[in-house]
């Protein structure tokens, strides 16, 4: 009688072991394709849409020194180009200190902006056509420090992406899924969505950018938005460092947990069904048997 439950009590350990690990690893695929699931909904036409009210980085780090610089400038004509000049420069400061190097064709862009400065010095006839020759000018300058704003934007939107993309690959996605109880992959997403929808937004209505500067300014809006956007999807990742890898420690942990429940599984199993009784697990599995119908330990 003894020997017939001790071999029930080994199948039935046996069977709910196997049943436990094949739990766990449904929960990993299940946890694994939530993390790894996409959702991008993104309406480029919702012109509507506030992102500033979904972005916690206020404009004013961008905007604060430009306007104080634009506001002591002599020549009242170079005020937008002077406005124009700092708030690239901010967003380049930003850039090179991710990246570690000044783009080309921002460079490119600057050069040129100065050139037509240095033009715009130059005396080309009477007062009035010198006054017109200067505004011309000044209208090139503010193309071309638009121009390289636009694609610093671009890079520094582009360079946040990579990062945290080739981050979370390196982290693990489904380790992300195990910070704050999935809290934070949640609000990341949310994030990416946001900026992505803004950058979106802000290549559509690029079209109109062109002789107008009125026009101009509004897609230099908009590209601020969605850098703003991405600067905040930049900072909720590092921010949360400190969780990620406490996440991916207890991964790490969970998963070592499962690998050795089916190990011990499928050792039991093949012992039990090889007919051996002699190794030190099952000889252990027997004194707990023992003690428990003999009373002894």
């Known amino acids: 009688m ?8 080994y199948k039935t350990a046996s069977y709910f072991l196997i049943k436990i690990s094949n739990f766990l690893y449904t929960v990993s695929n299940f946890l694994q394709f939530e993390a790894l699931k996409i959702r991008r909904k993104i309406d480029a036409r919702s012109e509507s849409r506030d992102y500033l009210k979904e972005i916690s980085i206020r404009p004013e780090i961008l905007t604060a020194t430009p306007d104080d610089a634009a506001a002591s400038v002599q020549d009242k004509s170079l005020k937008n180009a002077v406005y124009l000049y700092f708030l690239t420069k901010q967003v380049v400061a930003i850039y090179e200190s991710r990246i570690n190097l000044l783009p080309l064709q921002v ?16 005396t080309v006839g009477t007062a009035e056509e010198n006054q017109n020759h200067k505004l011309s000018q000044i209208k090139k300058i503010e193309g071309h420090i638009h121009r390289s704003l636009l694609d610093v934007i671009k890079l520094t939107c582009s360079s946040i992406v990579r990062n945290i993309d080739r981050n979370s690959k390196l982290i693990g996605t489904t380790s992300l899924a195990y910070v704050d109880n999935g809290e ?64 991916k420690a207890k991964y790490l942990t969970w998963k070592t947990g499962g690998f050795l429940l089916t190990f011990l599984a499928g050792y039991l199993v093949r012992v039990f069904w090889a007919g051996s009784e002699n190794t030190p697990i099952i000889q252990w599995f027997i004194k707990i048997i023992n003690s428990i119908f003999n009373g002894k330990t």
Do not use: T
Request: aromatic residues 18%; hydrophobic residues 40%; contains cysteine.
């Open 2 to 9: 003894v020997e017939k439950l001790k071999i029930f009590l």
């Open 107 to 122: 460079f490119n862009e600057m050069r040129n902006a100065l050139d037509h400065y240095f033009r715009s010095l130059l």
């Open 184 to 247: 934070f992959i949640k609000q990341l997403k949310k994030r990416a969505q946001v900026a992505e929808s803004a950058l979106c937004e802000a290549k559509v209505k690029e079209y109109e950018f062109g002789e107008n500067p009125s026009k101009n300014k509004d897609v230099c809006d908009y590209y601020l938005v969605a850098l703003l956007a991405h600067l905040d999807f930049d900072k909720y990742f590092k921010d949360n460092y400190g969780n990620i890898f406490w996440g």
